[in-house]
């Protein structure tokens, strides 16, 4: 337990209310008989709490008042724990029994608990008898740090969280840090969130501390004991202390400056904005912080976008985030497992910051940064829809710019990473402090700086520079590396693990290692070291490979130093060996030769860069007079110059400089010029002059003015061999490069083989892409060829968008058409360009004013989660005898696909039968072969095929997990199934093939779950006895296949009739209607199965899932018609037990898996029922309904429309089925006028009763009806299509 330490408090609104210190409760209970006497004291808190620390709370209260003569009373209530207990229900019931309870006025209410349980109870005491004290106990860092501090309190309602609610001063707050020992670790990172914010927003130095103490936190939260589930904070006790010390001071701060919420207030809502509208679609499965997290990345990248904020501090914060397990994105990989991939659409984000409170009008109100720690004004700022929507939008569209042409740009790519690298572990070595500008921010660096911290080899800084741009303080301990006895992992990036395995040699034993261990991700594993382990073995120095030979990772022995003298290098496969040895070189015991081996070295110029960089740090590298690829390195440790700039990358900077060359602009790229070393400086001199622009080289700067508009000329023919990255650059502007003349003349841009094996086959993708634009261009072996238009105005519009390959050097190529292009240009994926310019966008639109706007193309909306089945192959699993081939080659022929039958495929395999293979290499070797011939044909046949399983895939566990891989990838595996007893029948008289060792009933129980499991289909094969059953059954087969697969357009059709009509099966058995299923569903477009009446046995609650199975097994056996399954509830009008959820979802689970084309959603059920229902289904349809018999509903009362809202409001719902009560005629023409107000949503509204007959006519979506056949009428005064047809007519609504 934590030791009892200081206390502090915080003063809040002009009182020192606030107190903040560890194991406050006898203490707190003091204050508050004392200060805030009462008669009854009230505790809200919930059922994880409780059980932690009301004990506690009571026995210390006991005690406390044990001696008083008329002592208080402490009464306690819990609720559920989670977000559902902010409820209204919840606070009329805590209401109600505090009345019961005799509370009065002079009641005191004690909030312990988290945000909930604060928000709620506070609220009760804001309004119980107008208003009584109360005092916030938090238990949560989250609550501790935010909810419990400023007064706001509320409750969530359909429409939305925290909409009702008061402003309600608690007069304490207990800030008891203890209670966070047994906080469960994602809850604690959760209020990690809002502290980064805090400080993100209001103070570096904090943000700072929490950079620096990572760690830490982390390992002290996630040391917890197994047992008590208690964590030990003691080794963060007093930081912690500091830190929410330091971010309530900020809150109580500015909640004083600004208790209503004037503007300062706003400040706190940092990452807020934005972060709520992720919050109303994630939750509950993703927690308010996460959502933060992610609204901070999306606020800072628009302060960015805006040209506020440098990105250099968006790669901080996203940095610090993903440090403390905090996601940045929704596409982040927790998220995606946590909600099921549930889509995040642009619209939608949009339309809830529409309605959020602090947003006024078409400006929504956002928290800017320009630095971390500093906002743009103390307040939030008003930022235009388009802006906000550009930075949430997975696609651009690329509008022309407003740049006048005399413009001149000064644009700073960032750094090279190369030289980024180099630097870095120079700046380290030295035995001076630098301050190293624009470096790159990247994996490569990430890794670096954390291997040298872990040496000790220097200390690293950042700080804020002049404009803003983070600054690295590199603080070198001139090469003193000491041992670490940790491993140092180092990712997958080679230079880090090159340029280290020979630095690494100069480190010195410590106390705690005599060596240390690089090693890598599985990547950097497989990547060879070799030839620089043996020239530094030569050395002297001792390294062992401690996994495969010649690769990560390494044990290099502490204390053996580069004796120096001659090395020998074989350097023909990576100039990163060179450089490493290079730059570890000076600190040998001698002065070395480096002489590079085996002919002439890869790469030189990577070489000559280490080698001009040496010398930038004070060591002078020599080339050998006497040999050829020898260098001479002189002892000496590196001396860094106080400031030092990292070159921008040159690759990059092609873009700018194209920029201005295609607009007839002028750009400057100010630290790159001819001295540069990266290949790509030559860009401007080499193709852009040539193309007719003026380009004035300095030896550190580049100036690159364009000739007028649609004056470039072609580049004819031209080797980029030096400069390979640059092609795509070159490429788009040739796209509009034309010579005056007869005959046209295209650029041909050759030595660039290389790019077809980048990102992508970059020479394929830009003759596509350029096709697009109307641009003929075709491949060389080594190059490209471009005929460019003739007049801008020529190219076209690419229809659908420029496809981008995650490439950022195609996107970033295309955005330069895309300025000058005739129209706006789509191009996908614009993200893609963060892997080496995170802020490319922004520069484009605020320093080149191009009119950029955000899209989100609604088909990847839809596949980020209804993935249609493209062809995808389908596999197929079941028993032995369950039909799955016939059914299999039902399915492929529906498809247009190829039936293959896995056991023949076996037996081909193996050269023999399955017996023999059973009898030969029993049952063990069968399983193998078995798995083998999954894996391959899962490899092999990805489409095309549908592929039947033997029986026993399941048994073995590699298997399921293939199969489960595969359902979860999207992909189709359907169980085929049927009546068991007709299973066990054939089995046992199948004499050719091996019997089962148990008993064959056995062996299905065995696999019955695992079949479940490892299918997301289910398909019921009815025992079919003729040619004609087995017709009517593919029929079925098909319209069923369409469903699961994503192709049906039953909804559509129907969507698009005048009337559509629904009959309901209301049988305990559907058999009986099965003779004149035909005749009753004539002119029905769907059926509706009303599972809760369905009983295979008297008295029986509910249908068992194996009997509904059946059923709807028999139905598609008749009829082809759409299903829509129903589990009415009693208190909505049906049969079904109503708080049985458990069973209801596993009914409805049962449905989605037969792919039935509706399902029947009650909006009572639990939002988490119906969440897990959301993410399930694929491409059936849902139908949100509501029933209300009372009558006391009225069309123009407050229930229906919220209850639609609710509806509509999650944007799942297909159709809103809603059923009123008629008393008399008025209430359908309230229904007419409601339904004519209602239409986001197709709608289903009509009243039930005699009255309400009319209702029924006049509906024109899935009117249920009933047929003169059907012995009883599902609900009073339903009608039948017939009837509804001839009142249709006379009354002129057909
Ligand atoms: N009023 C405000 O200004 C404000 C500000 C931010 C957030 N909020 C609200 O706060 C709520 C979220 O608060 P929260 O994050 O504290 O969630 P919470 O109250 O739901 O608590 C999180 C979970 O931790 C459990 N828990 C709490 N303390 C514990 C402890 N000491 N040991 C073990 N388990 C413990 C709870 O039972 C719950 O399951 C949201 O409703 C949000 O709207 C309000
Ligand atoms: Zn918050």
């Not at 330091?246 to 904005?273: C, M, P, Q, W």
């Not at 890794?447 to 804020?464: D, K, S, V």
């Not at 004149?1076 to 002119?1083: E, L, Q, S």
């Not at 509904?1108 to 028999?1114: F, K, L, N, R, S």
């Amino acid at each position: 337990m934590a030791q009892h330490a200081e206390t502090s408090r915080v003063s809040i609104l002009g009182s020192d209310s606030i107190v903040v210190g560890y194991n406050l409760i006898k203490e707190m209970l003091k204050e508050i008989v004392s200060e805030l006497p009462s008669s009854t004291y009230v505790l809200i808190t919930d059922t994880n709490i409780a059980p932690l620390h009301l004990d506690t709370f009571l026995t210390t209260f006991a005690e406390l008042t044990a001696n008083i003569e008329k002592p208080p009373r402490l009464i306690w209530q819990t609720v559920a724990p989670g977000e559902h207990s902010k409820s209204r229900k919840t606070k009329a019931s805590i209401e109600d029994w505090m009345l019961q309870n005799r509370c009065t006025r002079d009641s005191v209410l004690l909030a312990l608990g988290g945000g909930v349980i604060g928000d709620m109870a506070g609220y009760i005491a804001a309004t119980f008898m107008r208003g009584i004290k109360f005092v916030q106990i938090p238990t949560t860092l989250l609550s501790m740090v935010d909810s419990s501090i400023g007064g706001k309190t509320a409750i969530d309602v359909p429409l939305g969280k925290n909409l009702i609610g008061a402003f309600w001063q608690p007069q304490r707050i207990f800030v008891d840090l203890a209670f966070l020992e047994t906080l469960p670790e994602r809850e604690f990172i959760n209020g990690m969130a809002e502290i980064i914010k805090t400080a993100a927003f209001w103070d570096e130095s904090e943000f700072k501390r929490l950079e620096d103490n990572v760690d830490k936190f982390l390992t002290a939260f996630r040391n917890r004991n197994h047992e008590t589930g208690i964590v030990d904070l003691s080794s963060i006790q007093t930081m912690l202390h500091a830190l929410v010390v330091g971010s309530i001071k900020v809150k109580a701060y500015v909640v004083s400056a600004d208790e209503r919420e004037g503007g300062l207030r706003n400040i706190l809502n940092f990452g807020h904005t934005i972060g709520h509208a992720y919050e109303a679609i994630l939750t509950p499965q993703v927690l308010h912080g996460e959502c933060v997290s992610i609204g901070m990345i999306k606020e800072a990248e628009l302060s960015r976008y805006l040209g506020l904020l440098p990105d250099s501090a968006v790669a901080r914060l996203s940095k610090i985030l993903t440090a403390y397990g905090l996601p940045i994105s929704s596409s982040d990989s927790i998220i995606r497992e946590r909600t099921n991939n549930r889509p995040t659409p642009v619209d939608q984000l949009m339309r809830t910051m529409a309605v959020d409170k602090k947003n006024a009008g078409a400006q929504k109100k956002v928290v800017l940064l320009t630095a971390i720690g500093k906002t743009y004004e103390l307040k939030a700022t008003g930022v235009s829809d388009a802006a906000i929507r550009t930075v949430l939008s997975p696609d651009v569209i690329v509008k022309s710019s407003s740049l006048p042409a005399d413009a001149k740009v000064e644009v700073i790519p960032p750094g090279s990473k190369s030289i980024t690298n180099r630097a870095l572990l120079m700046a380290a070595l030295s035995s001076t402090t630098t301050k190293m500008h624009n470096l790159l921010r990247s994996d490569d660096t990430e890794h670096m700086m954390n291997a040298i911290t872990q040496l000790y080899g220097a200390e690293f800084t950042w700080i804020t520079g002049g404009s803003g741009e983070d600054v690295l303080e590199v603080k070198g301990k001139g090469g003193q590396l000491v041992a670490s006895p940790d491993e140092i992992y180092l990712g997958n990036s080679g230079t880090s693990s090159r340029f280290l395995a020979a630095v690494a040699t100069l480190v010195k034993p410590s106390s705690s290692a005599d060596s240390i261990v690089l090693t890598g991700n599985k990547r950097m594993k497989e990547r060879p070291i070799a030839p620089l382990v043996d020239a530094l073995r030569n050395n002297g120095s001792g390294i062992e490979y401690l996994g495969t030979v010649g690769c990560l990772p390494l044990r290099i022995a502490a204390g053996q130093h580069l004796k120096g003298g001659r090395i020998e290098l074989a350097a023909t496969i990576s100039s990163q060996y060179v450089s490493a040895l290079l730059m570890a070189a000076p600190y040998a015991e001698t002065p070395t030769t480096l002489a590079l081996v085996g002919g002439k070295p890869i790469s030189q110029s990577y070489i000559d860069m280490t080698i001009a960089m040496m010398a930038s740090f004070g060591v002078h590298v020599k080339k050998s007079t006497t040999e050829q690829y020898a260098y001479e390195i002189p002892q000496g440790v590196y001396s860094a110059p106080p400031e030092y700039v990292v070159e921008s990358d040159a690759s990059s900077a092609t873009y700018p400089l194209a920029f201005s060359a295609i607009t007839g602009t002028t750009c400057v790229v100010p630290n790159i010029g001819s001295s540069s070393l990266q290949g790509d400086a030559k860009f401007a001199v080499d193709v852009l002059r040539p193309m007719g622009c003026e380009v004035i080289q300095t030896a550190t700067s580049t100036t690159v003015t364009g000739p007028a508009v649609g004056k470039l000329r072609p580049l004819k023919k031209v080797d980029m061999e030096p400069m390979t990255d640059a092609f795509l650059t070159a490429s788009v502007l040739a796209a509009v490069a034309h010579e005056e003349g007869e005959k046209a003349i295209p650029t041909q841009i050759v030595g660039i083989a290389n790019q077809r094996v980048k990102e992508c086959d970059r020479i394929a993708a830009m003759v596509k892409e350029l096709g697009k634009f109307g641009v003929f261009a075709c491949e060389l072996p080594d190059g490209i060829e471009i005929h460019g238009v003739e007049s801008l105005s020529d190219l076209t519009i690419p229809e659908g968008g420029v496809h981008t390959y995650d490439d950022h050097r195609v996107a970033m190529s295309f955005s330069l058409l895309g300025a000058v292009a005739p129209g706006p240009v789509l191009i996908k994926e614009r993200r893609c360009v963060e892997k080496t310019w995170p802020g490319y966008w922004d520069v484009f639109n605020y320093k080149f004013k191009v009119e950029l706007e955000g899209f989100e193309d609604q088909n990847d909306v839809v596949a980020r989660k209804f993935v249609p089945n493209n062809g995808r192959s389908i596999f197929i699993i079941g028993m032995r005898g369950a039909g799955k081939t016939s059914v299999g080659g039902w399915i492929a022929d529906a498809l247009g696909m190829k039936f293959q039958d896995l056991d023949p495929y076996l037996e081909e395999k193996a050269g023999k039968t399955i017996p023999q293979v059973i009898h030969e290499d029993k049952w063990e070797g069968f399983r193998k072969l078995e798995l083998e011939v999954l894996k391959e044909v899962m490899g092999k046949f990805p489409s095309g095929y549908v592929f039947a399983c033997g029986g026993g895939i399941v048994e073995t566990p590699e298997a399921r997990d293939l199969l489960q891989a595969y359902t979860a990838s999207a992909g189709i595996v359907i169980h085929v199934h049927r009546d068991v007893k007709l299973i066990m029948e054939y089995l046992s008289v199948d004499v050719t093939r091996p019997s089962y060792v148990d008993d064959m009933f056995a062996v299905w129980q065995r696999r019955e779950q695992w079949f479940a499991d490892c299918s997301n289909f289910f398909i019921y094969n009815s025992d079919l006895s003729d040619d004609a059953e087995i017709a009517h059954f593919k029929l079925t087969l098909r319209s069923v296949l369409e469903t699961m697969i994503g192709a049906s357009t039953v909804h559509e059709k129907i969507l698009a009739k005048p009337k559509s009509f629904f009959l309901s099966l209301t049988y305990p058995d559907v058999q009986v209607a099965m003779p004149v299923i035909d005749k009753i569903t004539a002119g029905s477009d769907v059926l509706e199965l009303r599972v809760d009446l369905l009983q295979s046995a008297p008295h029986e609650q509910s249908p068992s899932v194996a009997y509904v199975q059946e059923q709807i097994g028999i139905i598609r056996k008749y009829t082809a018609i759409p299903i829509l399954f129903t589990v009415r509830t009693v208190s909505q009008g049906g049969k079904f037990p109503d708080h049985d959820y458990t069973k209801a979802l596993e009914l409805i689970m049962l449905a989605l898996k037969l792919g039935v084309a509706y399902v029947d959603v009650e909006l009572t059920w639990p939002n988490s029922m119906i969440q897990k229902i959301i993410d399930a289904r694929r491409f059936t349809k849902l139908i949100a309904s509501n029933h209300d018999f009372s009558g006391k509903w009225k069309w123009d009362g407050p229930e229906w429309p919220t209850k639609y809202q609710e509806a509509a409001v999650g944007e799942w719902a297909d159709v809103i089925k809603f059923v009123g009560y008629a008393t008399c005629r008025m209430d359908n023409v309230l229904l007419e006028q409601f339904r004519e107000s209602h239409k986001d949503k197709p709608f289903l509204g009509i009243n039930m009763g005699k009255a309400g007959q009319l209702s029924r006519v006049l509906n024109s979506l899935l009117t249920p009806v009933t047929h003169p056949l059907l012995p009883v009428k599902a609900a009073p005064g339903q009608l039948s299509v017939e009837e509804i047809m001839t009142a249709a007519k006379l009354i002129g609504d057909e």
